[in-house]
């Protein structure tokens, strides 16, 4: 009993006993969002935690948790088409999170401090064949050791990489870089098997008692066009051409060279030609420039670096000294058409680059497998036979990034422990997307992207010096601080602070606050003022 | 670990708290430790500003003060809302009077404080705009002219909200309250009369006078902070949306306050000894249509027919404001703190 | 006399609805009587408000202690205050739910009462659909009329004519009518499968 | 006074200016001031309300307030004076005594102190200045026993402008009778609470019976501290009501305040022409003391009530209490409403009235020295004329200079 007067005198606490959670007619609850890089990455990486632990300088634990889907960092962080920034929500507010040059970031750092990846699981007796060591043959592999399961790694090449050696040149790719990475993967203790082709699969796979099989085999074979020329004339296809670059001995195309498409590869040759003998490389492209496969920022370079493209041209013949192209049309689909003018141009050598398919003779023998338009139909878990084949990168069904490859080697990975567990797949679930419109931006703070240093044009002659370089350590800490971290909390404190019935507390733990219903009256205040939308309101249960 | 500054831009100093600033740079909020003030359990409507307002000035002044506070109240919701028989949202020393009489109220209490010389312990009065500007002006104006140690909050929700919502002397021109009704040629309350009490305030040359909102607790407690630092009679005048008055969502309660500043009808700023020492600047400047149309008071400028022509006079006195205090200023708010290398 | 108690939350109309109610039983020549409880609760909080009806002047004025009907216009409360106090085993209760009175996990809490007499009604819903806007209050009385009958829907829909104006007016007439409809069909069902 | 209130050591003392009070309140500033009453903070306030509203404060604070105040003022600060009351909180007040306009009227009666009878403050009449310094030493310890507000009223230019000799207790001996103030309720940082809830139906009424039982308190702690007070200082101050010669009176003038020594005196005039005649004067007004007032008049016959004030279309105020006090006493009991607005009481008006009473010529509501001519004629006025303006200036009119008639009518 109080010894206060009686009514007009009261103690404090005692607003207590009114559990104003009666007026609630609707509830805060804390929600996950799933963000729109995570959505958007091939590779399936949980970019927004691994940004929310490199804002807080723990690079380390970013590199961990990034590796735990993409065992390239710094690969990546220099190839990738980033997917990720054209889906981020800043775009919207002032430009995307970098989020590229934060992986490379961590990448190169985690190469400097020699961090390795985590060690393979316990071993499950089981041993998989992948053959291909391209980004998905590496990726499969790196995956599989991880559960435990054996891998023999095989590939007709002298060295391991695929396309990441053989098609990308070095100015975007060094080769230090890709082999630092290779490498850690290699360490995982993978049986690799090089120069030699997989011929047979099947036979292959019985001779050496494997459980399952995964095709990373790529498209190797360059796509050709009969052009009329005379024997004297020099073509040759991309493929193979950069190929005889990354294996140091280039072929002497002269002073003129011309290359023949309009994607990746064209310019990656154009611009490899320009690096070696050629004074002037000029592409060749029947369509115009908004239909060119090629990506945009690539073509940038390309054209910063003096490549010429003739737009709407098809080559109409070469005969080693002059090159004849015939002037094109769109019509009103769209397609071009010849006009019947012809031009004439001074080529020494002319590069067809003019897209790849796949060797898939090693499936000859394979009983019930669906090869079509090239390449092999697979299940969602990426698998081509009940058998246990599996298949990703280039040889199946799918655009052709180094990326998605190592997103196909991860599913597989899991595909194919599933599979040698006797089970199917399980899709895992997936978060509400979280959305611009989820998101309060005024708690957001105005900051520009930063920008990577990148060589300029007259160093980038007669070298294959890096041209994109990495952020600093303050660069990199304030891009990723730049992360909105979409509908997932940050800790901002904002719901803690801005609840008019003091009934958010902060704890301990992953969710860092928990909702008082005793006291909450459900005004929708906290989801209003969460910055980053990882609040919402749901009806109260009647 | 070498400490050199580093721009901290995700949500800046611009949230409550957040992980990654150092504490000093959060504010009181958002610290688990904060005395709330006024406590769970309190009457008032779903997302009152009144009530935000209230524990995030008083937190403060707890803080600044160590806590060692005294809080006198005048009648009005605050007070109906937070101590109804038998329970009491208040952790603090509080006192409730009447309605009139809060400035006169604390003078006394200072007083007593003074004679038994308890110089640490502070005293905060608390009022709505109806306790201010108008039943209470005149204990207020004696007050000031006292120079009585002191600091008077006034929580500004523009009109009688308690008794239902009525005009008051706080009340903007074109709302709708239920004794300014929106009906006639000139619906709502008219243009050209109220107070503008900060200035009146600053009028009587007190050492500090400053406005506030509830959508800026750094700045807010910046100032309160500020307040009691300096001895004698002190005014701060803080926007409180009220969602019932308004005829705003509840959730919407910040977002209003936050228009009110990013129009430029609320100026924020500090003045001492009678001069404007500091303004807060507009961030994203909004227009005023941006700021009426989520309110139901102001719902009869929107409807048919529409008042282009009102909302245009109101804008006039957001652009005036802008120009008058130079609200359009720099905005950058970066927040320097270490990070291991 | 016959009395009614409401309940709600502030600002969703409780005592506008207890008002509108003794309009109508005063339309039929009836005495009625409405008051609130004035109580320091805001938007939000729970609150109830009283009806009386009788054929004589009406002349006490203290609270409403043995209500005959309850009309329980927010859901939410059914587990929050003691709703039934005072209500008699053969009172009338109509929840405002689109739920059936079964589903309300009440149990064999409301064994007490007669089963015909205790209806829900989807007001809620009804007035999203005709005004747009979550106001079940006049939406209720349609309902009330079809349980009780102590007064008639066109009462109801005169004492909405007084309220409100115009457009408004109407489709508040219309939600209740449809109210009207769905509780009578409700008693309907009940009273045929009581009778099998 | 001043002197004697400074030596209860207030600690928070502020009020707003007006007659007849003022002179004692510029008297504590000047102590202030001189530094001679410390600790004390002196506050000028803009207005009675905020007096009484820093003493709120004060009080609450855990402060000894005083103000003072009177006629006009105490209306101004009505709403106050219920709150310190409702509030408990022990505030000391002097009252001079002045009648209420309009017409406006800044002399003596007791109209301001019946406005206050249902505050809830603790009302006492003071006899003489020396009874008034004296009750506001009771006071305050009164007032600090109950938690409850103690208003001192002494009639205003009657004793507040009366020079007299009056001796000033010692301090030693205020310190010993009134020891520091020890707050029931304060408000402490260290042990917050909050004082001034809402109260609804619930409690109301609890809390106002709660009020009523400390003021019936009131009756028995004040005849002990009187008695304390006389073995301190020497002198019989205070109390509930003090009788003169009413033993075998058989008719018995009541009354409050500075009336009481002309009444004295043409009670003595009576009593040496053979009258049975005594006098019954009220200290303690609020709390009404009924069962002493039925005690001291019981043996009377008539009784007549002389007050200062009286309920327009009602009658005496005060009788109304002696009335019901004396209820089932076989009493004829008349009203005499002398004294409004300062109008001078003399002993031949006493006497006069005493004889009627005695003779039964004393009607049961009489106004003292009323002239009746002034009022017909202005009633005739208003009969004649629509427009007949106001009373109050056309009495004055008729009148001439207001001075010579201050004697009443000759």
Known sequence: MTKLPFAITLEVGSSHANHTGSWRVERPVYVDRLPPCNNACPAGENIQQWLYDAESGSYETAWRQLVVDNPFPAVMGRICYRPCESACNRAQLDEAVGINSIERFLGDLAIERGWSLPSPGVDTGKRVLVVGAGPSGLSVAYHLRRLGHRVQLVDANDKLGGMMRFGIPAYRLPRDILDAEIARIVDLGIDVQLNHTVHDIELERRSGGFDAVYLGVGAQLARRVSIPSGDSARILDAVSYLHQVADDNPPLLGRRVVVYGGGDTALDAARTARRLDASDAVIVYRRNREQMPAHEEELEEALKEGITVRWLSTINHFDGERLVIEKMRLNEKGFPEPTGEFEELGADAVVLALGQDSDLSLLEHVPDIAIDDGVVGISPAMMATKSGIFAGGDAVPSERTATIAIGHGKRAARGIDAFLAGLDAAELPRHKLAEFEHLNTWYYSDAERTRRPELEIARRQDNFAEIVGGLTEENALFEARRCLSCGNCFECDNCFGVCPDNAVFKIDGPRHYEINYDFCKGCGICVSECPCGAIEMVPEEI | ?????????????????????????????????????????????????????????????????????????????????????????????????????????ATGVAAALKVKGQRDVRVVAQAGDGGTVDIGFGCLSGMFERNDDVLFICYDNEAYMNTGVQRSGATPPAARTATTESVGPQPGNVFGQGKDMPRLAMAHGIPYVATATVADLHDLENKVQRAMEIHGARYLHILVPCPLGWGSASCDTIKVARLAKETGLFPVFEAEHGVVTAVSPIRHLASVEEYLSIQGRYGHLFGTPARPDIVARIQQIADHNIAHYGLLGDTSRDVTLAVSV | MFQIRFHGRGGQGVVTAAEMLSVAAFAEGKYAQAFPSFGSERTGAPVVSFCRIDDRPIRSREPVIKPDALIVQDMTLVHQVDLFAGLSSDGYVLFNTSKGVDELGLGDYLDRFHRERLLTCPATELALEHLGRPLPNAVLLGGFAALTSKVSLESIAVAINERFKGATAERNIAAATAAYQLVANEEEELSRATSN | MAETVARCRPEVVCAYPISPQTHIIEAIGAMVKAGTLTPCEFINVESEFAAMSVSIGASAAGARAYTATASQGLLFMMEAVYNAAGLGLPIVMTLANRAIGAPINIWNDHSDAMAARDTGWIQLFAETNQEAADLHIIAFRLAEELSLPVMVCMDGFILTHAVEGIDVPEQGDVDAFLPAYEPRQVLDPDEPISIGAMVGPEAFTEVRYLAHLRQLDALELIPALAVEFETRFGRENGGLLHSYRTQDATTIVVALGSVLGTIKDAVDRRRELGDRVGVVGITTFRPFPFDEVRRALANARKVVVVEKAFSVGYGGVLSADVASATHDAPISLHTVVAGLGGRAITQRSIETLIDDAAQDRLPLVTFLDLDLDIVNLERERMDSVRRSGPSAENVLAKLGTVASRIGGSS
């Open chain 2, 1 to 105: 670990m070498t400490r050199r500054p580093v721009h901290f831009y995700q949500v800046g100093s611009f949230a409550v708290g957040n992980r990654l600033l150092d504490e000093v740079d959060r504010t009181v909020q958002s610290d688990s430790r904060r005395s709330d003030s006024l406590d769970s359990g309190h009457r008032a409507c779903q997302g009152c500003g009144e009530a935000l307002g209230a524990r995030y000035a008083l937190d403060a002044a707890m803080r600044a003060t160590k806590g060692q506070l005294i809080a006198v109240n005048a009648t009005g919701c605050l007070e109906v809302f937070s101590t109804p028989y038998p329970e009491t949202s208040w952790r603090i020393a509080w006192l409730h009077s009447l309605f009139g009489n809060a400035p006169a109220v």
